[in-house]
């Protein structure tokens, strides 16, 4: 095929185009053409967009001791072999609408004075059911919190279920070993996401504007930033520095 | 005065500096003593903070040490594979332990555990050690580190107990791999308390969730002490510690430094505080009080200094006043006491420093006024009173009565005798050679004329100019008073003569008198009159100046002798006879009458007087004094008692 030929219309057609475009509804068509189509971008949704970026802690968050004692050294013979139950960080985006997670129940199991599930990213009303496989009691509750969530003591083998109404960060501690803690943070909106082990995050679909930006580790929130989601934005850099805690409401 | 008024200032102002230095310097004591101990207990603090830190590498060293016992690695290591039977498992692990640790509570040691590498507590010493159940640890901060291949240290709180806990990890016998790990838990309670109370020399509390677990003091008395430190958390976040704070203990304050214990337990409010027993400064009696027996020591305290100080200002002090006041105080009260005597006739002020010779010239203005009297009768003092005479006291005699009434009744009454006094023989020319050769204090006679007129002589009723000291004619001139008669102008008036002494054959002459009444004032009958030696070359005239009165003093010692002679030694008569004198003579000049007024009489007068001052003072005599009073001639007497 002739590449002269593909745009040449039959005489026909090209009779009837010209006939057209010379008739007054093609001009008043013309004439409104742009105002439509203003109409249509203002009437169509805003695009989604993804904001990325990766969260470093310091040296202490990423110890895996939360709380440490005066020294800890190397064996000096083995290598310091990998923590076997870590507890990324998560980042949370506040202060913009999404759908509403759905309300779950949660199960997270205590074993070896530890739990299995660190940190719960769970929708407004979901329950937490917390049941203790250790041989000793805990007295679970939250700290400054214990409206919500009393001292209460968990027997062996027992069971106990949380629900938290609210949205928010949380922390559930063990009494007598305050490393022994789960992190529950109610969210409102479905953009929030655990980093890998590299520390990476991924939040898909944001809407464009301004959010607020947290980074909860080991129990407290420890960076928050003001992000303006938009198209194309860069990977976000989140260098936490120290393990103080950032006031958060 | 000047010198002392400066040194008194001068010492009241070291004596304020002393007691405000005293006052103000405990609390500035205090405060450094405060300070002193804030800083005895962050010294304190730091110490014990490096013995936690001591005492955790050295127990990691320990536990490591245990890790790399054979058996034990070799029994967690089959715990780990899941080989062997786990009671036999545990005896192995039990059974090493205690041979490797055979006391535990010698070393404070409260557990001592193995792990396998799967977290499972394989054996233990210590509290629970006779459980058998295989309990899973591998979440605990510190063995989940020993079982990664690190060596670390916690604190754990539970069950109202603090325990340090010092884990590391155990390593297969090819040490390739970590089979296990071994903690030991230590006492953090009252043992650490104790060690620490007795290293450090302070007190020790332990505090676990807000309460005291463990203390050197009574836990009673430390109520306070948790929400002291609650108070105090945000500091420690920062800080790791606290300052120094005040801690309510009974009637006592301590002074606190409270710092959290690292670990799990830093988040269940575990905290030790170091307490010290704050020293109250107080005042200076709390400072005296707490003085030793070495303070005040010889070789210590600067005794021979201060004292030499304290006499130093003493001295200078007395001296001081010495030279300002007693000095001249008692030269003052001399001189008064001459004054009085009459040894002196004023006080001569300008040897008195300061005031005292301000007090000098008012008493030599009060003496002017009672002498001359030119001030009010309300104001006139007694002499004898303004000069503090021994004798203390002296009466005004009552005014005699006009003497011109009683002229008629006692033979007082006027007796001219123009020209002269009857009786008055004239006496030889050369008085010089009579047998009554003038008394030596009379001295020479003064204001001879050229022309050698012998002067009056001081007889006894008539006051003589010459008799006295020129010096001490102060008074204003005598309207009575003999006139001067030019030298050579008119012969002096014999005086009456002498009926006890006639062999005088003196010649005495009479001073004039114009008016005529002044020659009333020598009765006829008057008593022996010593009569004064004069040249027979003097014209007889009275030299001294007319008016001229002389400010008679009853102890003027030529008077006495004068009249001593008239009186034929009898200083009484010679006294009364001059204190005669100084009357007429001082009624002459207020122009009161003469009339009538005898010696006699005067005599007997004054001897009334003097017998009823004699009796109520009971003193030995009496002394006159003549003066004026509300304008007319008045008699003090004085009463004697030397």
């Known amino acids: 095929m002739n590449d002269s030929h593909v745009f040449r ?18 001009a008043l068509r013309m004439a409104a053409a742009p105002a439509l189509l203003s109409l249509g971008l ?18 202490t968050l990423e110890s895996g001791r939360r709380f440490p004692g005066y020294w800890r050294v190397e064996n000096g013979a083995v290598p310091i072999a990998p923590l076997t139950n870590p507890d990324p960080p998560v980042v949370v985006m ?41 041989k000793v009691p805990h007295d679970l509750s939250i700290p400054g919190q214990e409206a919500l969530m009393p001292l209460e003591r968990l027997a062996p083998g027992t069971l106990r279920r949380q629900k938290f109404p609210v949205p928010g960060a949380y922390e559930i501690r063990s009494a007598q070993f305050p490393h022994l803690s789960i992190a529950v943070i109610v969210i409102d909106n479905p953009f929030a996401a655990a980093c890998d082990a590299k520390g990476n995050f991924k939040l898909p679909d944001m809407p464009e504007g301004k959010a607020t930006l947290k980074v909860w580790a080991h129990g407290q929130v420890v960076h928050e930033q003001t992000v303006d989601v938009q198209n194309n934005m860069k990977a976000l850099q989140i260098d936490v520095a120290s393990s103080s805690p950032v006031d958060s409401e | 005065m000047f010198l002392s008024k400066i040194w008194f200032i001068l010492v009241a102002l070291i004596a304020s500096v002393a007691t405000t230095v005293a006052l103000v310097a405990p609390r500035s004591a205090s405060r450094q003593l405060a300070s002193a101990e804030a800083q005895s207990l962050d010294r304190a603090q730091y110490a014990a903070e490096q013995q936690l830190k001591n005492d955790a590498i050295r127990w990691i060293q320990s536990v490591a040490k245990l890790g790399r016992d054979a058996v034990i690695a070799e029994t967690l290591e089959n715990a780990t594979r899941g080989s062997g039977e786990s009671s036999v498992l545990n005896e192995t692990i039990r059974g090493r332990l205690g041979s490797l640790v055979p006391d ?7 557990v001592l555990a193995a792990v396998d590498g799967n977290g499972r507590v394989v054996g233990r010493i210590g509290e629970g050690e006779n459980s058998r159940d295989a309990e899973l640890v591998s979440g605990i901060e510190v063995v989940a580190d020993a079982l990664r291949g690190y060596m670390s240290d916690d604190v754990w709180g539970a069950n109202g107990k603090l325990m340090r806990v010092a884990a590391a990890p155990v390593l297969s016998k090819t040490k390739d791999r970590v089979v296990g790990a071994i903690y030991v838990g230590l006492d953090t309670g009252d043992r650490m308390v104790e060690l620490w109370r007795k290293n450090l020399g302070i007190d020790v509390a332990v505090l676990l969730g807000g309460q005291v677990v463990s203390s050197s003091v009574p836990q009673g008395a430390l109520g306070s002490l948790a929400d002291r430190v609650k108070e105090h958390q945000e500091e420690i976040k920062g800080a790791h510690r606290t300052k120094a704070f005040t801690l309510p203990h009974g009637a006592d304050e301590l002074l606190a430094v409270a710092a959290p214990f690292t670990g799990q337990a830093a988040a269940m409010g575990a905290h030790y505080v170091l307490m010290l027993k704050q020293t109250q400064a107080g005042g200076p009696i709390e400072l005296l009080s707490s003085t030793t027996k070495e303070d005040l020591g010889w070789a210590v305290f600067p005794w021979l200094r201060l004292g030499g100080a304290v006499l130093a200002i003493i001295g200078i002090g007395l001296f001081f006043q010495r030279r300002e006041t007693e000095k001249p105080l008692k ?26 010779g301000a007090i000098a010239r008012d008493v030599n203005a009060a003496l002017e006024r009672f002498l001359h009297g030119d001030g009010a009768g309300d ?8 000069l503090g005479d021994k004798g203390g006291r002296s009466v005004d005699l009552p005014a005699l009565p006009p003497l011109g009434s009683q002229a ?22 050369g008085f010089s050679n009579g047998p009554y050769a003038p008394a030596p204090n009379f001295g020479p006679p003064q204001g001879a004329a050229p022309g050698g007129l012998a002067r009056p002589a001081p007889s006894g009723p008539m006051p003589i100019p010459g008799a006295f000291p020129s010096a001490r004619l102060s008074s204003p001139p005598m309207p009575g008073a003999p006139s001067q ?31 005529g009444d002044y020659a009333a004032s020598y009765p006829q009958d008057a008593t022996p009159t010593p009569t004064m030696p004069m040249s027979t070359a003097s014209t007889g005239t009275m030299p001294v100046a007319r008016g001229a009165v002389p400010s008679v003093h009853a102890d003027d010692s030529s008077t006495a002798n004068m009249n001593n002679a008239q009186s034929g030694g009898d200083p009484e008569e010679a006294h009364i006879r001059q204190v005669f004198a100084e009357y007429m003579a001082v009624r002459a000049q207020t122009g009161e009458s003469t009339k009538g007024l005898t010696i006699d009489k005067f005599r007997e007068r004054l001897n009334e007087n003097r017998k009823a001052i004699v009796a109520k003072y009971n003193c030995r005599s009496a002394r006159f004094a003549v003066y004026v009073k509300d304008g007319k001639a008045a008699i003090r007497a004085t009463p004697v008692k030397d």
């Open chain 1, 9 to 26: 219309l039959a005489p026909t057609m090209r009779k009837r185009f010209l006939s057209y475009c010379s008739s007054p509804g093609f």
């Open chain 1, 94 to 134: 506040t202060d913009v609408k999404g759908p509403t997670p759905e309300a779950k129940t949660f199960s997270v199991d205590i074993a070896g004075f530890t739990v299995n599930k660190p940190t719960l990213l769970v929708g407004v009303s979901s329950v937490v059911e917390i049941r203790n496989g250790d």
């Open chain 2, 485 to 515: 008669t030019p030298a050579g102008s008119r012969p002096m008036a014999p005086l009456p003569a002498i009926p006890s002494a006639p062999q005088f054959g003196v010649y005495q002459p009479r001073p004039a008198n114009p008016t």
């Open chain 1, 42 to 59: 203002w009437a169509a949704p805003a695009q989604a967009e993804s904001v990325k970026g990766r969260v470093t802690l310091s040296e």
């Open chain 2, 379 to 386: 104001q006139r003092k007694d002499l004898s009173s303004i």
């Open chain 2, 104 to 110: 535990l509570d010698s070393r404070g040691i409260r």
């Open chain 2, 331 to 356: 030269t003052l009260r001399s001189d008064v006491q001459r004054l009085a005597r009459g040894e002196i006739q004023k006080l001569d002020d300008h040897q008195y420093p300061g005031r005292f």
């Open chain 2, 408 to 429: 008629s009744t006692g033979g007082f009454g006027p007796q001219k005798t123009p020209g002269g006094l009857s009786g008055l023989t004239p006496g030889p020319s």
